[in-house]
């Protein structure tokens, strides 16, 4: 069974201090690693898709890194607007499809 | 473009009665999907449909969803019998073919059974 961990679960920024945010993942074979953002009251919104270890994908402030085993989301100097639950999927080779595993999300909160 | 809608927005029905919720995809995506986000929860994957495919049920919780997708386009979630645990946001999505392709999300429905 395909499985996603995401932590920190909270995480609080200072406008301007970067930091990363860590997805673990375990998968049968992966077809695809993805990355989300979800504002209150909305539906996630896309962000990345990685496909195998060593891929990088940036847009803005954001880049997001793969490995075998985790993927991080690097957000470079954060402004108030970055603010949102960020949501990591997995989908497996397993399962048929391409049905998505979700991580629980980091609820990230950058302030003035 | 046109994104993926659903409708409605938010539904509020009591214990037992029936319910159906909406998803329009993106125009020329084949693929649809149906997931649940409950408070708390990672979003969880309830039932994918691909062109003219026999539809991918594993993830219904019970006999009481059930889902149709007509002509390749629209499809209606239907909940029978709601209970307090079906409350949650429905979210929809859709992409162009599978193997791959990211998925893109609707607003959501947010279900609340009193």
């Known amino acids: 069974e395909d499985q996603v961990t995401q932590s920190p679960e909270a995480l609080r920024l200072q406008e301007g201090e970067s930091s990363s945010l860590n997805c673990s993942y375990t998968v049968s074979g992966l077809r695809g690693l993805f990355w989300y953002r979800q504002d209150p009251g909305k539906g996630p919104e896309f962000l990345f898709t990685l496909y195998s270890a060593g891929e990088e994908k940036e847009k803005e402030r954001l880049k997001a890194t793969l490995t075998k085993k985790e993927s991080f989301l690097h957000i470079t100097a954060p402004k108030p607007e970055d603010s949102a639950t960020y949501l990591c999927a997995v989908g497996g080779l397993t399962g048929g499809g391409n049905k998505l595993t979700f991580g629980t999300g980091t609820q990230l909160k950058v302030e003035l | 473009g046109a994104g993926v809608s659903q409708s409605p927005s938010n539904k509020v029905t009591e214990k037992g009665k029936d319910v159906e919720l909406r998803c329009d995809p993106i125009?020329?995506?084949?693929?649809l999907y149906w997931y649940r986000q409950s408070l708390g929860q990672g979003l969880e994957f309830l039932i994918y449909f691909q062109g003219n495919s026999a539809p991918d049920k594993s993830g219904l919780p019970s006999d009481r969803f059930s889902a149709e997708r007509t002509g390749g386009s629209v499809s209606t979630l239907t909940i029978q019998r709601t209970q307090q645990e079906d409350s949650a946001v429905y979210l929809c999505a859709s992409s162009p073919i599978t193997s791959s392709d990211t998925q893109y999300f609707g607003p959501g429905t947010r279900l609340t059974v009193l």
């Open positions: 125009s020329g995506h084949t693929a």
